[in-house]
C-alpha cells in the first residue's frame, strides 16, 4: 500500500484502486506521495468534466506544491472542495480572463483541458471552430506569464491544438519543441485495457506504444510490439478499430450527456505525474506524446519519448512495424500533416 493510499479516507481506498485498474494502470504505479511536495502546476477549464476529477487526481498526487486552478465560471467552489483533501499542496482559484494571468505565472506545468466536449454525431473535427479560439487565447497568456513552463494539451481536436499553441508560441519567440506536448495518454490507457482483455492478461503488464495523433484512424497501436500477445489477424483489426474508436463508445453510452471525461482525466493526471517526474530528476521516465517530430513528414506526431528536466529530452523511433501497422502509417501520415495546416492556417488568419 502506497503512503498516499493510506492517507485517503476509507471509501477512496478501496475505490481508486480498482478504477485505476479498469483503466490499464495500477494504484501504485500511478499515483505516489513524493517526499515533499514540488513545482507551481496550473489547470485551464478545471471547473469541467474533465478538469475537476483531473484536478482531484492531481491534488491526491502529493508531488505539487501549489494547484492553480483556471476557469471562466465555478472555480472558486472547485477550489474549496479540493483545499479541504488532507494531501500537500495549495489550492488556489482564478476566474474569469482577467485572471488568467494570475493563476498562469510562474508555472512549471499547464495542462490544457479546456473547450467544449464532443455530443454524439461529433467528430473531434467538428470541434475545431470553438475550441481553436480558446486553445489560441490561451497560449497567448502562456506566452507571456510563463513561456518557461511544460504544456500538456488536451483540448480537442489534438491534432490540430498543438499546432495551434506551437504557432502562437513561435510568434511570441518562446518555443521550446521539448516542451509541448499533445496528451495522447488516454489512447494508451484503452489499447492496455482491451488488449488485455482479449488476451487475458493482467493489465498492470500490458504496455501499448500507440503513435500518430488522436483522432480516428491516426490513432495506430502497435500491436505487434505487444510481448507475449498473439493476436488473430480478426483481433488486430478490431482491437485497431476499438482504440481509434473507444471515444464514440463512450459519447454513446452518456447518451449526449458528455465524453470520455473520467478516463480522460485519470489518463491525464497520470501523464502530468509522469512529466513532473522528469522535470523532477527522475530517470527513464518514458511515455507516448505527440510532439514536434522529424520521424515522419508530419510535423507533429506521437511515439515513445523520454521525459526530463526540461520536457521531452529524447524522441523514439517506432521498430518495426507489421504490413498492417505501416499501411497505417502510409495512409493517416498525409491526415497529420492536412490537420496540422489546418492549425496553422487558424494562427495566420486570426
Known sequence: MSALTARIQPVARMVAPVALKALGVSATRSFTASARAKNKVAVVGAAGGIGQPMSLLMKLSGKIEHLSLFDIVNTPGVAADLSHC???????????????????????????????PRKPGMTRDDLFNTNASIVKGIAEQCAKSCPNACFLIISNPVNSTVPIFGDVLKTAGVFDPRKLMGVTMLDICRANTFVAENQGMDVDKVSVDVIGGHAGTTIMPLLSQVKGAKFSEEDIKALTHRIQFGGDEVVKAKDGAGSATLSMAHAGAYFAERVLDGLNGATGVKECTFVESSLTDAPYFASPCTLGKEGVSEVHGFGTLSPFEQSLVDENVPALIKMAKKGTDFVKNN
Open 86 to 116: 488532507n494531501t500537500k499542496g495549495k489550492v488556489s482559484a482564478h476566474k474569469g480572463p482577467e485572471e488568467m494571468g494570475a493563476a498562469l505565472d510562474g508555472c512549471d506545468l499547464v495542462v490544457i483541458p479546456a473547450g467544449v
